[in-house]
């Protein structure tokens, strides 16, 4: 799934799409990367962007994607995803 697609009328490049498509080597670090949001969603709540329900429903969805993460870890290579930041 390419995030910036929308805004062209034509698909990119073949060439560009591999040196774009980062998941190959992003997927390694799939939970420091959860890990990371779970804490960052945390900070937005001390400052009233998120409400703490809303942070507790990020975290679980998070604690589900990080559970798929430590059970099999190369399974996020078989998405379409262009980097870690679009899987799941």
Known sequence: M???????SQAADQRFKQ???????????????ITGSVAWSKALV???VLTVEEQQKLENALGVLLEEVQ???????ASDAEDI???G
Do not use: K
């Not at 040196?19 to 990367?33: I, K, M, T």
């Not at 059970?71 to 290579?77: D, G, T, V, W």
């Open 46 to 48: 001390t400052v009233n």
């Open 71 to 77: 059970a099999n870890p190369e399974a996020i290579l």
């Open 85 to 87: 930041h679009s899987w």
């Open 2 to 8: 390419a995030l910036w697609g929308g805004r062209f």
């Open 19 to 33: 040196f774009n498509d980062s998941l190959r080597f992003d997927y390694r670090l799939a939970e420091q990367d």
